[in-house]
């Protein structure tokens, strides 16, 4: 992946890394990306849905834009508010009191939860402190948690990604955007 290390997980495992370099992303770039990863999900036949925080719907526009999307992307959820990933997503607000939003908990949760409501075979979650302001001990400004769940075979599979990005608030958004949709594009074949 552009700026850090390829990185892979297993149900239950957390991947931690550092992007060393700020490279920022360019719209072409992430659209190019956003095609590639519907080629992913058509290829694989699945549906996703997206949950996403800190990047606004980003990542939905991008899948959207595309023509034919229609036929991999189901919707997304933009779940700015702590009161909207409960509300919309069914987050626990004690998950969000004791792990905060932006953790691998909530965004599991989210991915999950954005699967369970809607049907899709892929939940595509985002939550994290894009800055300038907002970070808290332990979670500086650019920390940024993913979470990936699919379906394969009867059970759902959840991987869990932090990363800590540098640069400015749309330095951050971008390289989020891009880190989302290199999972997408990484997706395992369904077994």
Known sequence: MPGGSQLTSSRGEVVHARI?????????????LAREAGS??????????????????????????????????????????????????????????????VSDEVVRAMAEGAIERTGASVGLAVSGIAGPSGAVPGKPVGTVWFAMAYKQEDRLECQGHLIQFDGNRDAVRRQAVEYALNLLRALPKPV
């Open 40 to 101: 992913r999900l058509l290829e694989t036949q699945r549906r996703l849905v997206t949950a996403e925080s800190c990047t606004g719907g980003w990542i939905s526009k991008l899948c959207t834009d595309i023509p034919g999307s229609s036929d991999w992307f189901d919707c997304g959820f933009v779940c700015y508010s702590n009161a909207a990933k409960t509300r919309d997503l069914g987050v626990s607000e004690k998950l969000i009191d004791v792990e905060g939003a």
């Open 20 to 32: 060393a370099a700020v490279i920022v992303p360019s719209d072409s770039t992430l659209s190019a």
